[in-house]
């Protein structure tokens, strides 16, 4: 599983649905995630390297006010 936010999201998903697991983030601001963090919002989660998760952490963390940040 990977943590993104303190939140463990599906592996087998999208990671435009899988975002949306995380408090705070639906579609709308998925997709901008992914967009900002150069990432394609239709890679399943096992698939993205450590640097893409870590680049999608970052840009939730630096942006965006979601269940861990509470």
Do not use: F, W
């Not at 399943?44 to 630096?62: N, P, T, Y």
Request: negative net charge; hydrophobic residues 40%; aromatic residues 2%.
């Amino acid at each position: 599983m990977a943590r993104i936010a303190g939140v463990n999201i599906p592996t087998q998903k999208k990671l435009g649905v899988a975002l949306t697991y995380i408090y705070g983030i639906g579609k709308k601001l998925s997709s901008d995630v992914c967009k900002e963090a150069n990432v394609d919002i239709n890679a399943r989660v096992q698939d993205l390297s450590e640097s893409e998760i870590k680049s999608i952490s970052d840009v939730i963390s630096a942006s965006h006010n979601v269940e861990g940040d509470l």
